[in-house]
């Protein structure tokens, strides 16, 4: 572990000489005008080939009922704290849930053939979510709340409108990224639970023009790293953007891994920009398992994100969900009744970006559900919750 840690440190140090000089989130600059879009200066229109930076995310996060995290032999029980529904904002103690250094290459076509690749490392409360079986998961890269991994980890070749990824990458499936600075809201929504937030395998991506991108490959397992030969799954999807003010985008993962027999998972997003400064994005996931004893669990949810940007240094947002869940749901670990559960969730925050390196995320919440009890201490079917965190880019 002094190991690690000691990489870690010169990672960051490495990366701190050379910072990579962004501008604010919600730039005004076309063509770059999206609420979320990366920022129009210096990078708008361009595409440099070397990549390199990062940023550290930290945050606090508290319930109505004051309770902490607890824990049974190492592992995080998940009605304790904010309960594991929240994932990246389980805590309620100040905690960094990022520290996320990347380097890469990009691949870049216009002339035909060209290869990339890249490297990502996390380290903090989220660490521990994107940790792959057979690669970090299991070997001693971290402890408690704190965890590291390698997020990314694959190398690409492009050849004009084609382009093949090989290695670790984090998922194309679903609206909410792992990726602290790819999202507006602190906390995940409930359909994240259902999708996986990285993979190990290869896909290839097709793009013949800027309005339709597909994409199709193969991948070991949902958190595998090449470990097991019996763990396979196709990945396949898109988006297609009929024009500037239309998005659409769908996944599915159909696999077959030895733990669990089969698995399908899917998800439909589409994004409307009707005005100039509003975003719409309404979510639709389903999740389907079994394993060998013929026992399921799974469920499905819609979730609703409506952004409004009042100016390129602050934005509001709002999140409205619900999801269904079935019998017993094993990657939340819900032990919910036979009749199944309900789950609704109710979020409201703002992104304010004072400047280029610094953005503070904000945000109260609401959960109810009916089915089971996973709030103070198992007590209760309902819960208050608010938090904010601040990233810190470079």
């Given at each position: 572990?002094?190991?690690?840690?000691?990489i870690?440190?010169?990672?960051?140090?490495?990366?701190?000489?050379?910072p990579e000089?962004?501008?604010?989130?919600?730039?005004?600059?076309?063509?770059?005008?999206?609420?979320?879009?990366?920022?129009?200066?210096p990078?708008?229109?361009?595409?440099?080939n070397?990549?390199?930076?990062?940023?550290?995310?930290?945050?606090?996060?508290v319930?109505q009922?004051?309770?902490?995290?607890?824990?049974d032999?190492?592992?995080?029980?998940?009605?304790?704290?904010?309960?594991?529904?929240?994932?990246?904002?389980?805590?309620?103690?100040?905690?960094m849930?990022?520290?996320?250094?990347?380097?890469?290459?990009?691949?870049?076509?216009?002339?035909?053939?060209?290869?990339?690749?890249?490297?990502d490392?996390?380290?903090?409360?989220?660490?521990?979510?994107?940790q792959?079986?057979?690669?970090?998961?299991?070997?001693?890269?971290?402890?408690?709340?704190?965890?590291a991994?390698?997020?990314q980890?694959?190398g690409?070749?492009?050849?004009k409108?084609?382009?093949?990824?090989?290695?670790k990458f984090?998922?194309?499936?679903?609206?909410?990224?792992?990726?602290?600075t790819?999202?507006?809201?602190?906390?995940?929504?409930?359909?994240?639970?259902?999708l996986?937030?990285m993979?190990?395998?290869?896909?290839?991506?097709?793009?013949?023009?800027?309005k339709?991108?597909?994409?199709g490959?193969?991948?070991t397992?949902e958190s595998?790293?090449?470990?097991?030969?019996?763990?396979?799954?196709a990945?396949?999807?898109?988006t297609?953007?009929?024009?500037?003010?239309?998005?659409i985008?769908?996944?599915?993962?159909?696999?077959h891994?030895?733990?669990?027999?089969?698995?399908?998972?899917?998800?439909?997003?589409?994004?409307?920009?009707?005005?100039?400064?509003?975003?719409?994005?309404?979510?639709?996931?389903?999740?389907?398992?079994?394993?060998?004893?013929?026992?399921y669990?799974g469920?499905?949810?819609?979730?609703?994100?409506?952004?409004?940007?009042?100016?390129?240094?602050?934005?509001?947002?709002?999140?409205i969900?619900?999801?269904?869940?079935?019998?017993?749901?094993?990657m939340?670990?819900?032990?919910?009744?036979?009749?199944g559960?309900?789950?609704?969730?109710?979020?409201?925050?703002l992104?304010?970006?004072?400047?280029?390196?610094?953005?503070i995320?904000?945000e109260?919440?609401?959960?109810?559900?009916?089915?089971?009890?996973?709030f103070?201490?198992?007590?209760?079917?309902?819960?208050?919750?608010?938090?904010?965190?601040a990233?810190?880019k470079?």
């Amino acid at each position: 572990m002094r190991t690690l840690i000691t990489i870690f440190i010169a990672a960051v140090a490495v990366c701190c000489a050379a910072p990579e000089i962004k501008a604010g989130l919600f730039s005004d600059c076309s063509p770059c005008d999206t609420i979320l879009q990366e920022p129009c200066e210096p990078i708008c229109g361009t595409k440099p080939n070397w990549e390199y930076g990062g940023w550290i995310e930290t945050g606090l996060y508290v319930n109505q009922y004051g309770q902490r995290n607890a824990y049974d032999r190492g592992g995080f029980r998940p009605w304790s704290g904010n309960t594991i529904m929240l994932d990246n904002a389980k805590q309620s103690d100040l905690q960094m849930n990022q520290t996320w250094l990347y380097l890469g290459r990009q691949v870049d076509t216009r002339w035909g053939f060209d290869v990339g690749g890249r490297v990502d490392f996390v380290y903090g409360t989220d660490g521990a979510s994107l940790q792959s079986t057979g690669l970090e998961a299991g070997k001693g890269w971290g402890s408690g709340d704190y965890y590291a991994a390698v997020a990314q980890l694959y190398g690409e070749v492009g050849f004009k409108d084609v382009n093949v990824k090989v290695g670790k990458f984090l998922t194309p499936m679903g609206y909410e990224d792992s990726q602290a600075t790819e999202r507006f809201f602190y906390s995940l929504g409930y359909t994240s639970a259902f999708l996986p937030n990285m993979h190990s395998g290869a896909i290839v991506t097709w793009e013949p023009n800027e309005k339709l991108s597909l994409f199709g490959g193969w991948i070991t397992g949902e958190s595998g790293f090449f470990n097991n030969p019996n763990d396979n799954a196709a990945l396949l999807g898109g988006t297609i953007a009929p024009s500037e003010q239309i998005e659409i985008v769908y996944s599915v993962l159909v696999g077959h891994e030895k733990s669990v027999q089969e698995y399908f998972a899917q998800s439909l997003a589409l994004t409307i920009k009707p005005l100039h400064r509003w975003e719409y994005t309404c979510e639709w996931t389903l999740r389907n398992d079994s394993n060998l004893r013929r026992a399921y669990w799974g469920g499905y949810g819609i979730s609703n994100t409506l952004l409004y940007r009042a100016n390129e240094k602050l934005a509001f947002g709002s999140r409205i969900e619900w999801m269904r869940v079935y019998d017993r749901v094993e990657m939340l670990d819900f032990p919910v009744g036979a009749n199944g559960a309900s789950l609704y969730g109710l979020t409201f925050g703002l992104n304010w970006t004072p400047n280029p390196y610094l953005l503070i995320r904000p945000e109260v919440r609401y959960d109810k559900v009916y089915g089971f009890r996973p709030f103070d201490r198992e007590s209760s079917g309902e819960q208050f919750s608010a938090g904010t965190s601040a990233i810190v880019k470079f």
